[in-house]
């Protein structure tokens, strides 16, 4: 049972690292600042 949660834990803790590195890894300075502009329609 001990064995179960361990393992649990431990994919639980690779897909929120998964999720971190392809949310942050790729940018030096955080979010892109045009973004928040880009959610607005044109018009």
């Given at each position: ?23 942050f ?19």
């Amino acid at each position: 049972m001990l064995l179960l949660l361990l393992e649990a834990l431990l994919v639980l803790g690779l897909l929120l690292f998964i999720v971190w590195w392809v949310m942050f890894a790729g940018r030096r300075k955080g979010e892109r600042a045009d973004d928040a502009a880009g959610d607005e329609p044109p018009g």
